[in-house]
């Protein structure tokens, strides 16, 4: 059925679609209060119909004038206005924010792009003023603010995605309730509860038709569906900034199909680098069966007739705001200031900034520091690690234990380590001005990101920004401006930005050993290396900004969605298993009426029908056929008008053994190599005789991946061999798949075969047989017996049988085929076909077949003579 997505004023008062779309630039002020919208024109949009031109009117492929981005907080700064007149509060926006400096990066380059903003304020804003605060925000910063209750936000923030998903993220199982909590289901339901307010407040500014839709982050992951849902042709794109676990570690998760399928419903989800977008897909493959594949360097998903794109791309830093800090009269103070404290004592400062939490490893730094202080005596009294240890996001017991941990680490340390006048380690807890972390940034001869595991980290970034300066900065530090600039990296491995900071020295953070080993590396590394590996960095980071970043995501959202007005919509499944299929405007469902009138009006029926995963299901154990199939069949094929035909790969011995009670049926084996009109017909070859001497060349080589594919099997058949693994694990069956049709085509190059895959399979068969063959076959057959088929039905599930549609369809309007025939080529299951016609399931082909089958029996018993 058609999910039509916000068509009429009734569905928009219910509450299940909205027409806001177009309404969006004339809403005087958010909407707070559901209901009909005054002034709301219902028929001035229609997202899904059966229509093929629907959507035609969609700018879609106009220039991008406006994206709605949403995340978890605005990059908003409410204060607290003292008692009096107007509004208790006073706003301005977060100069930190990613959000903003995304806006701030890309407008030049987007043409002046409008972006609106959705998401929650830092401060808790009593429902009394929750309106006039929403107009304030609307009108002043285009943001339009979620307002969550307090029991909510602290069960959905605090509660499931600081207690459940950011720790799983990053690789933490809750073995005990002590490490993470167990899963608790009321947590998951509040996520749930605010991710919808969330796409309430989306539904509130949104025009649909021309709006893209930009979601940030795991807080709002089940976000699309809601929005998928009232909107089938939304261009949505999410990127998540926090790692992706292996599917070892997501499979985990109770609800972890919701949140794949959730995700799934964005055009493009972003990771910041492969490991995160491989994982992700990994588990889309083992928990879902999905498949992807890369075209002209885009890796895609099919997910029911759409394509979902998978970017991967790092975030950068605002170039701009980074300079302007950097030419701070306030930062040059700070420098010099630093300069005096660590270099006109002759020491060299490394430097840590890291949130105070439990994945950052600030401990293990430590170690690794105290480490090198014993191995390098004449490191004491010269090297000082100073580590900005910024308030941890989160809350909790574990951050408490880090901070405490943290602290009397630093202690012994100085005790053990320190001298007059000299502390080896400097923690500084207490919250830092940014041009106050610049500074450090800018005299640090070492930045050191140990984090055990981080979703990217800019710091790194800002740091080699900072060390390249600029010529006040390199006045301070008494550097000619012909000095070359330097800087040095020890990263962990486990953080987003190490692939892109190739000259960085990248370390297993656990090892405390070969931190230490990389810290003294760094130290003594010689001047012009240090040079190099800056620069290179410099380059890098300088050209891949946020700005860079933002607008090649958005460019790619909008290739994605350009062929959303092409493609006709149905919105299927409930709660967060719903998906849309999106299919070609002439792929219609077979409408079991329309063939019932054609198969009554018409003399000379040709019916061809694949067998597994048409008539029988794909996952049945037993893959004989029914009682009620065999008499099906037959009761068909005692029409005198009918031919019909089963297509099958099995083996001609099989599919004689299973269907010896049908005596007229025709059937075609091994994928039409054989061929036989009817049970006491001999078997018949559509090609000239196979020579199969092929065979102990290609079985040696599937018989070594049998052995080394758990899960795998071959079946030899008279004329071709397949190796399947359906039952083996689908990534490694996959990769094996690849590496033996490669191998395959390697050995057999000058053999008469054709070495083919499909879904979990590798087939090695005679060139030139198809099914395709079988129906030119039947039709050449029909036209010399005559008269001219004027009915023709062909229904599969699989790429093979697509060499039949394609036959069939072609044959329309040619000398085959009576010039007013009925043709129907019919695919199992919704998706792109060479068909036009679907049906859902095998159970659906059963029961049209068995409609046919009773007006057959109608006319026949119609025709017997009264007694």
């Given at each position: 059925m058609v999910s039509r997505s916000y068509s009429n004023l009734l569905e928009l008062a219910s509450g299940e679609s909205s027409s806001l779309g177009r309404l969006s630039r004339r809403i005087p002020r958010v909407v707070t209060a559901s209901g009909i919208v005054p002034g709301l024109d219902s028929s001035s949009s229609s997202s899904d119909t059966d229509d093929a031109d629907a959507g035609s009117s969609s700018s879609s492929s106009g220039p991008r004038d406006r994206t709605i981005i949403v995340a978890n907080q605005l990059p908003i700064r409410a204060h607290r206005r003292p008692s009096g007149r107007g509004c208790g509060w006073t706003f301005s926006w977060d100069e930190d924010s990613l959000l903003l400096q995304l806006k701030d990066s890309i407008g030049v380059r987007a043409g002046g792009m409008e972006f609106i903003y959705v998401g929650c304020l830092r401060d808790e804003i009593?429902?009394?003023?929750?309106?006039?605060?929403?107009?304030?925000?609307?009108?002043?910063?285009?943001?339009?603010?979620?307002?969550?209750?307090?029991?909510?936000?602290?069960?959905?923030?605090?509660?499931?995605?600081?207690?459940?998903?950011?720790?799983?993220?990053?690789?933490?199982?809750?073995?005990?309730?002590?490490?993470?909590?167990?899963?608790?289901?009321?947590?998951?339901?509040?996520?749930?509860?605010?991710?919808?307010?969330?796409?309430?407040?989306?539904?509130?500014?949104?025009s649909p038709d021309d709006d893209f839709v930009w979601v940030h982050d795991y807080h709002l992951m089940i976000l699309p569906t809601f929005l998928r849902k009232r909107f089938n042709r939304v261009k949505l794109g999410f990127f998540l900034h926090s790692p992706f676990p292996s599917s070892e570690i997501y499979r985990t998760l109770p609800v972890r199909e919701e949140i794949l399928r959730s995700l799934l419903n964005s055009d493009l989800i972003g990771f910041h680098t492969f490991d995160y977008a491989r994982h992700f897909l990994s588990c889309c493959s083992r928990m879902l069966g999905l498949t992807y594949e890369s075209k002209r360097g885009y890796i895609g998903l099919e997910y029911y007739g759409r394509t979902v794109s998978i970017k991967i791309l790092p975030v950068g830093i605002h170039m701009g705001q980074l300079k302007s800090v950097l030419s701070l009269p306030e930062t040059e103070m700070k420098v010099l200031q630093l300069i005096k404290q660590f270099s006109g004592q002759s020491r060299t400062m490394l430097l840590g900034v890291d949130d105070m939490d439990i994945f950052k490893g600030i401990s293990l730094k430590l170690l690794a520091f105290e480490q090198l202080l014993m191995q390098h005596p004449e490191c004491r009294g010269k090297v000082v690690l100073v580590q900005i240890a910024n308030p941890?996001?989160?809350?909790?017991?574990?951050?408490?234990?880090?901070?405490?941990?943290?602290?009397?680490?630093?202690?012994r340390i100085n005790e053990a380590f320190g001298q007059s006048g000299y502390e080896p380690v400097i923690m500084i807890d207490k919250p830092l001005q940014f041009y106050e972390r610049v500074a450090y940034y800018v005299v640090a001869e070492c930045c050191l990101v140990t984090a055990v595991r981080d979703g990217m980290n800019l710091i790194p970034y800002e740091y080699i920004i900072s060390r390249q300066g600029n010529e006040t900065l390199d006045h301070a530090l008494g550097l000619s401006p012909s000095t070359m600039k330097k800087s040095m990296l020890v990263v962990s491995e486990f953080i987003g930005c190490s692939p892109s900071l190739s000259g960085a020295i990248r370390v297993n953070p656990w090892n405390i050993d070969a931190v230490a080993d990389a810290m003294d590396s760094a130290l003594e590394m010689p001047e012009p290396e240090k040079q190099l590996r800056h620069e290179k960095h410099y380059r890098y980071v300088s050209t891949h900004d946020v700005g860079y970043w933002a607008n090649s995501f958005l460019q790619d959202l909008e290739r994605t969605c350009q062929d959303h007005v092409r493609k006709r919509c149905w919105g299927i499944g409930f709660g967060l298993g719903f998906r849309v299929v999106a299919l070609d405007p002439n792929f219609r469902k077979l409408a079991m009426e329309h063939i019932v009138s054609a198969y009554r009006r018409t003399r000379t029926r040709a019916i061809l029908m694949d067998y597994d995963g048409t008539l029988m299901p794909q996952a049945s154990i037993d893959k004989s056929p029914t009682t009620r199939s065999i008499e099906i069949l037959n009761r068909l094929c005692r029409d005198k008008n009918n031919v019909v035909f089963l297509v099958s790969a099995r083996s001609r011995s099989t599919l004689s053994e299973w269907f010896s009670p049908c005596e007229i049926l025709g059937m075609a084996a091994e994928h039409g190599y054989f061929l036989r009109l009817r049970r006491d017909a001999e078997w018949e070859t559509c090609v000239p005789v196979a020579d199969c001497s092929w065979k102990p060349i290609a079985e040696p080589v599937m018989r070594l991946y049998t052995e080394t594919t758990d899960g795998s099997t071959i079946e030899d058949k008279e004329t071709s061999l397949v190796w399947s693994y359906e039952d083996a694990d689908p990534d490694f069956g996959s990769c094996q798949a690849k590496e033996l049709l490669d191998h395959l085509e390697s050995v057999l190059a000058n053999e008469p075969v054709s070495v083919k895959s499909g879904q979990n399979y590798v087939e090695v068969k005679p060139q030139g047989v198809s099914k395709g063959l079988v129906a030119q076959r039947l039709l050449s057959t029909m036209r010399k017996r005559g008269p001219l088929p004027d009915f023709v039905l062909c229904i599969g599930d699989d790429r093979s049988d697509e060499d039949m549609f394609e036959v069939i369809t072609g044959a329309v309007n040619g000398p085959a085929l009576s010039p007013s025939a009925d043709v129907f080529a019919c695919t199992v299951g919704r998706k792109p076909s060479k068909a036009k016609y679907y049906l859902d399931d095998t159970a659906e082909i059963v029961r049209l077949m068995q409609g046919l089958a009773s007006v057959s029996q109608q006319s026949a018993l119609s025709l017997v003579p009264p007694h």
């Amino acid at each position: 059925m058609v999910s039509r997505s916000y068509s009429n004023l009734l569905e928009l008062a219910s509450g299940e679609s909205s027409s806001l779309g177009r309404l969006s630039r004339r809403i005087p002020r958010v909407v707070t209060a559901s209901g009909i919208v005054p002034g709301l024109d219902s028929s001035s949009s229609s997202s899904d119909t059966d229509d093929a031109d629907a959507g035609s009117s969609s700018s879609s492929s106009g220039p991008r004038d406006r994206t709605i981005i949403v995340a978890n907080q605005l990059p908003i700064r409410a204060h607290r206005r003292p008692s009096g007149r107007g509004c208790g509060w006073t706003f301005s926006w977060d100069e930190d924010s990613l959000l903003l400096q995304l806006k701030d990066s890309i407008g030049v380059r987007a043409g002046g792009m409008e972006f609106i903003y959705v998401g929650c304020l830092r401060d808790e804003i009593p429902p009394c003023e929750q309106d006039e605060v929403s107009q304030i925000l609307l009108e002043t910063f285009k943001c339009v603010p979620t307002f969550l209750a307090p029991d909510l936000l602290s069960r959905f923030y605090h509660g499931f995605c600081k207690q459940h998903l950011w720790p799983l993220f990053h690789y933490m199982l809750p073995l005990s309730a002590e490490l993470g909590g167990r899963f608790d289901r009321s947590l998951w339901q509040a996520y749930v509860s605010a991710n919808k307010v969330f796409a309430d407040k989306i539904l509130e500014v949104i025009s649909p038709d021309d709006d893209f839709v930009w979601v940030h982050d795991y807080h709002l992951m089940i976000l699309p569906t809601f929005l998928r849902k009232r909107f089938n042709r939304v261009k949505l794109g999410f990127f998540l900034h926090s790692p992706f676990p292996s599917s070892e570690i997501y499979r985990t998760l109770p609800v972890r199909e919701e949140i794949l399928r959730s995700l799934l419903n964005s055009d493009l989800i972003g990771f910041h680098t492969f490991d995160y977008a491989r994982h992700f897909l990994s588990c889309c493959s083992r928990m879902l069966g999905l498949t992807y594949e890369s075209k002209r360097g885009y890796i895609g998903l099919e997910y029911y007739g759409r394509t979902v794109s998978i970017k991967i791309l790092p975030v950068g830093i605002h170039m701009g705001q980074l300079k302007s800090v950097l030419s701070l009269p306030e930062t040059e103070m700070k420098v010099l200031q630093l300069i005096k404290q660590f270099s006109g004592q002759s020491r060299t400062m490394l430097l840590g900034v890291d949130d105070m939490d439990i994945f950052k490893g600030i401990s293990l730094k430590l170690l690794a520091f105290e480490q090198l202080l014993m191995q390098h005596p004449e490191c004491r009294g010269k090297v000082v690690l100073v580590q900005i240890a910024n308030p941890a996001r989160g809350k909790g017991k574990d951050v408490e234990e880090v901070q405490v941990e943290s602290h009397a680490m630093a202690k012994r340390i100085n005790e053990a380590f320190g001298q007059s006048g000299y502390e080896p380690v400097i923690m500084i807890d207490k919250p830092l001005q940014f041009y106050e972390r610049v500074a450090y940034y800018v005299v640090a001869e070492c930045c050191l990101v140990t984090a055990v595991r981080d979703g990217m980290n800019l710091i790194p970034y800002e740091y080699i920004i900072s060390r390249q300066g600029n010529e006040t900065l390199d006045h301070a530090l008494g550097l000619s401006p012909s000095t070359m600039k330097k800087s040095m990296l020890v990263v962990s491995e486990f953080i987003g930005c190490s692939p892109s900071l190739s000259g960085a020295i990248r370390v297993n953070p656990w090892n405390i050993d070969a931190v230490a080993d990389a810290m003294d590396s760094a130290l003594e590394m010689p001047e012009p290396e240090k040079q190099l590996r800056h620069e290179k960095h410099y380059r890098y980071v300088s050209t891949h900004d946020v700005g860079y970043w933002a607008n090649s995501f958005l460019q790619d959202l909008e290739r994605t969605c350009q062929d959303h007005v092409r493609k006709r919509c149905w919105g299927i499944g409930f709660g967060l298993g719903f998906r849309v299929v999106a299919l070609d405007p002439n792929f219609r469902k077979l409408a079991m009426e329309h063939i019932v009138s054609a198969y009554r009006r018409t003399r000379t029926r040709a019916i061809l029908m694949d067998y597994d995963g048409t008539l029988m299901p794909q996952a049945s154990i037993d893959k004989s056929p029914t009682t009620r199939s065999i008499e099906i069949l037959n009761r068909l094929c005692r029409d005198k008008n009918n031919v019909v035909f089963l297509v099958s790969a099995r083996s001609r011995s099989t599919l004689s053994e299973w269907f010896s009670p049908c005596e007229i049926l025709g059937m075609a084996a091994e994928h039409g190599y054989f061929l036989r009109l009817r049970r006491d017909a001999e078997w018949e070859t559509c090609v000239p005789v196979a020579d199969c001497s092929w065979k102990p060349i290609a079985e040696p080589v599937m018989r070594l991946y049998t052995e080394t594919t758990d899960g795998s099997t071959i079946e030899d058949k008279e004329t071709s061999l397949v190796w399947s693994y359906e039952d083996a694990d689908p990534d490694f069956g996959s990769c094996q798949a690849k590496e033996l049709l490669d191998h395959l085509e390697s050995v057999l190059a000058n053999e008469p075969v054709s070495v083919k895959s499909g879904q979990n399979y590798v087939e090695v068969k005679p060139q030139g047989v198809s099914k395709g063959l079988v129906a030119q076959r039947l039709l050449s057959t029909m036209r010399k017996r005559g008269p001219l088929p004027d009915f023709v039905l062909c229904i599969g599930d699989d790429r093979s049988d697509e060499d039949m549609f394609e036959v069939i369809t072609g044959a329309v309007n040619g000398p085959a085929l009576s010039p007013s025939a009925d043709v129907f080529a019919c695919t199992v299951g919704r998706k792109p076909s060479k068909a036009k016609y679907y049906l859902d399931d095998t159970a659906e082909i059963v029961r049209l077949m068995q409609g046919l089958a009773s007006v057959s029996q109608q006319s026949a018993l119609s025709l017997v003579p009264p007694h």
